[in-house]
Structure formats: C-alpha cells, structure tokens
C-alpha cells in the first residue's frame, strides 16, 4: 500500500513559490537544489535552504503514514503550478524511489532521493530574545526603509539593510553613502540594551512577499543568524557581519522651512524633463518661485527640458538641485497624495517625508548638489 497525502494545490503552489528563493542561486552541493518534504497525517513540511536563506513552510493536508523525501526542486515546482485548482495527491509507492502528483486524470512522477542528506536548517535556541512586531507596519517599513542601499557589491554593510532595534522602536535603515532612509514602527520590544542586525537586502526584500497581512511576525537573532517566524512559515538567513555607519549623526536636528508638492504631479513632471538624463548626466534643478516650483533638466548636447507644478509653504524664493534618480526612486514608493520637504536652507540635508503616514515614521535625507553657476536657468 503506498503512502499519500492530499493536499490544497493553491496553497501547495503558493508555499512553493516562497521555497524557490532558495533554489536561485548557484550551488555546489547538488542535494541543495531539492526541497525536503516531510508528510505527516495532517500536514506537510518543507524546506529549502542555500546555506544563506533557509525556508520551512507548513501545509495542511490528510493522508496516511509519515515519510520523508527529498524532491527535485525546480521541477517539482513548476510542476505543481500546471496542474488543475482542487485537491492534489502526493503518493509514494512502497517501493520507494518515487514520488506521484495526481490529480483530475494528470499524473507525474518524480525521482526523490532520501532526506538524511539535506542539511539541517539553523533554529534558534530558546533563550534568545524575542521581539514580535506588527507584520503590516513592518513589511511598509521594509519597502521604504530599504530604499537608498548601496549597489556596490565591495561595500557588503552598505549594500545591505540596518535592523535598529531599541525599547520602544524598530528602525530600518538603508544608505547609500548619498543618501539616508530611516523607517522607523513604534514598538514595544521589552529590549533593555539597543541591537544592531545588518541583514542581506536579498533577505529583507523577500519579507514582503512572504509574510501575510494580519497580526505579528516574530524576530529573534543570534550572532550569526535572524530568524523570522509567522504561523506556517519560519525564514532565517546569515547576517552580514561588519560595523553600520553612525547613521544617527546624519539625521538633521532643526528643520524650519517646509515645502508640499503634489506626489503624482512631481513624478509626473520628473519623468519628463529626465527624458534627457544619461549615465553621466543625471542632476535636476528645482527653482521654487511661490507658488510655483520650476523643475529644469539641462544636458550639455541635447537641451532643456522644464515644467512647472504648483507648491505651497515657503514663499520665499530658492534652488535646489538633486540626483533626479533619488528622487523618482523615492516617489515612486512612498504613499500618499503629497510629499514634504524640509530645510534650513538651500546648502544643507534636507528631509523628504509623507504627510499619510500614521503608524510609523519615515524620513529620507538628500543633500542638494551644488553647481558652480546657481543663476536662474
């Protein structure tokens, strides 16, 4: 009599396609390109793992027996996905050697291999601290926290996402050397000493995607490893290892002056006098003449381009320049109808910021760029 189970193949499919981030990458031990199955009576468990990344996801099911296989993991993956919605069979003859999926008059099989090679995946200890943070609040905090890291491969710290933990916050910050972006979820995580984790942005960008919407997500961290728990899906992967710039000093103390800018129209209007960016010519210049802000992007062969959008706040006249990259990059994520800059002059780090945010703060820090002739273009 074989063993089988039977399973959701929507919720198969969609635990799977969590588990393929870790078959991306090239591997030398071939055992890593296969995900370990684990039936059980009620459930399944499976896990994947590249030594960076580790995945174990639980799916419910009925069946019989218990057994334990590792299955080819790309195949069986973007097999899964072809098959019909409904109730799919995974059987395992007597035999063994082989693994079945049936389901509406489809049938496949699949080499399997025993689990006693698969590596054992990380796991925290229990005396770990553990901090528990509202998962919505934090997957928004990622998507605009990460923004400004670093795409230089030599420079591991900063091409990675700073974890801030304290008492009654978590940060997540990003920087480029250029920029600053700070998201920060009010929290209370009964922490007595501050914790500093630097996480691979390849870890960090994955979050979003794989945890859902509703109640809280589980941290906890050793010297080497974060580990992420929600019910049905436990995640860990390597910290980067390195000292964090001392983001804090960068962060500006008094801002006096403020402007608001429509954020669609001030993409919109990015988009267009950057038609004439390249490689090498990428500086927008912002005139803020009240009320209205004339945006110019010069190139030195190809012309001007320029619009205007209206803006409200300082009525003062001033210029400003930025890398016009920065700032389509910054509007393109952060929500809301308006954006808000804030100053103390036109030299200086200013602060861009969203007026919709309730439930966590964000702050992205620019310094302008300063060109040899500021007259009016």
Request: glycine fraction near 6%; proline fraction near 7%.
């Amino acid at each position: 009599m074989s063993l089988q189970l039977q399973v959701s193949k929507d919720r198969l499919d969609r635990t799977l396609g969590i588990l393929r981030h870790a078959l991306d990458r090239r591997v030398t031990l071939p055992i890593l390109q296969h995900i370990l199955v684990d039936v059980r009576p009620k459930e399944v468990v499976m896990k994947a793992t590249d030594m960076e990344l580790a995945f174990e996801a639980t799916v419910p099911g009925e069946g019989q027996g218990q057994w334990t296989m590792a299955v080819p993991g790309k195949k069986f993956i973007e097999t899964v996905k072809v098959f019909p919605e409904g109730i799919l069979s995974l059987e395992c003859p007597d035999a063994g050697g082989r693994l079945w999926l049936r389901a509406k008059g489809m049938n496949s099989e699949h080499n399997i291999q025993p689990g006693e090679g698969f590596p054992e995946l990380p796991a925290p200890s229990k005396e770990l601290p553990v901090v528990r943070i509202p998962v919505l609040r934090f997957k928004r905090a990622i998507q605009l926290g990460s923004i400004a890291v670093s795409k230089d491969a030599t420079k591991p710290t900063l091409s990675a996402v700073l974890l801030h933990l304290s008492k009654h916050h978590v940060r997540v910050v990003s920087t480029d050397g250029f920029r600053l972006a700070v998201a920060e979820v009010p929290c209370d995580t009964k922490l007595k000493d501050e914790v500093r984790l630097i996480v691979p942005k390849r870890a960090l960008d994955l979050i979003p995607t794989l945890l859902g919407d509703e109640g809280e997500v589980e941290l906890c961290w050793d010297g080497t490893t974060l580990y992420l728990d929600q019910p049905g899906l436990k995640f860990s992967t390597r910290l980067v290892t390195g000292n964090y710039p001392a983001y804090e000093k960068v962060l500006p103390a008094e801002l006096p002056k403020r402007v608001i800018m429509d954020r669609e129209v001030f993409l919109r209007t990015l988009r267009f006098v950057g038609l004439k960016k390249d490689d090498y010519n990428k500086n927008v210049r912002l005139f803020y003449e009240f009320p209205n802000l004339r945006t110019v992007f010069q190139h030195p062969d190809e012309g001007v381009n320029q619009a205007t959008l209206p803006f409200t706040g300082e009525e003062h006249p001033f210029e400003l320049a930025f890398n016009i990259d920065y700032l389509t990059e910054l509007l393109e994520r952060l929500p809301g109808e308006e954006v808000v800059y804030q100053f103390k002059d036109e030299v200086g780090q200013g602060v861009f910021m969203s007026p919709s945010l309730e439930d966590f703060s964000f702050r992205y820090v620019l310094m302008p760029v300063r060109f040899a002739n500021s007259a009016t273009a």
